[in-house]
């Protein structure tokens, strides 16, 4: 069995891996609102704008896809930690509160200096959790 990971390099690995789906979605045009917004509820990784529309993601990375990707362990429970998490960020900030909504996914693999994305809109629906 191999020892674990430590710490350290697993949150170096996923702040790697944060930062380039953030430079990824600015690219795609999305502004950044918040990293890391923590609620009681949950964490969202990015909270972005993609014109008037208020994006929560979460970024997901799988070293080995033999497990499913990153996208497919964001589950029930998952999804709906996200939603109050998302819920609280809008109480928060009242400014958005209106404003469409959506809870996208970005699916990293690979290497975490330089991932490979796949980015899923709209990967779930609020309602739906």
Known sequence: MAPAEPALDRRARGDAIEAAA???LQQHGLRLLARNAR???GEIDLVMLDGAAVVFVEV????NPAFGGGAASVDAGKRRRLVRAA???LLRHPRHADAPCRFDVIDAGGDPQAPRIDWLRDAFRADDC
């Open 22 to 24: 953030l430079g990824f």
């Open 87 to 89: 819920q609280a960020f």
């Open 39 to 41: 609620s009681r509820g």
């Open 60 to 63: 997901r990375y799988r070293a």
